[in-house]
């Protein structure tokens, strides 16, 4: 279950909220859902007028063998420091790689002075603004399709949207930090604010 423009409407979220005109991400190379998103954010880039910048590193060598962990975030600070001078938002792809990491990324988003979104799985971490499914929406939808696959229909015969339903929350501490100050639109639409963080 899955909804494939999640990343395109979190996107356009933040810039119907902050009005960028160039926006950063880094991706691993070889993840189908991160080069899915690098096509998407190219062909929004064109739409909606923005520049789109992104640098990707691997987690393997050419062997196939997993990189050493000081390897993987050596490649994660430079790929940051290759976009996050250059661009005036950063969005945030779900990796697990980069949840474990994440005091790179805040640490170049500080520096850099970045508003942020991506994942509300993100937003103790460190980002901004955390864009999500509605949970519940979500969990009906599982629920529905498991009943419907478990009574013999095909799951390819399940159309794969969940809905266009997204939620936002606000991280004001570290939007304190980069010197964004949410409109009061904003905080009044925001499903949850957070004050509190892991950092």
Known sequence: ????????????????????????????????????????????????NFKFIYHGFKLRGAD??????????????????????????????????????????RQAFTKNKLVTSGDTLYINKGIVMGVGRDSKKFGEQCAFYAKKILTGTNPSDLPM??????????????AKQVGYEPTMDLLGSADKIVTDTDF
């Open 1 to 48: 279950v899955e909804t494939p423009n999640f990343f395109g409407l979190g996107v356009k979220l933040l810039k119907d909220t902050y009005d960028f005109n160039s926006i950063g991400i880094v991706y691993l190379k070889g993840s189908p859902s991160h080069e899915a998103a690098i096509k998407q954010l190219s062909a929004l880039g064109k739409q909606l």
């Open 64 to 105: 196939g063998k997993p990189f050493a962990k000081e390897i993987i975030r050596n490649n994660l600070a430079k790929s940051l420091n290759e976009v996050c001078p250059n661009v005036d938002v950063f969005y945030v792809q779900t990796s697990n790689t980069f949840l474990k990491n994440f005091d790179l990324f």
């Open 161 to 174: 949207d969940v809905g266009k339903k997204l939620t936002l929350e606000l991280n004001l501490t570290t």
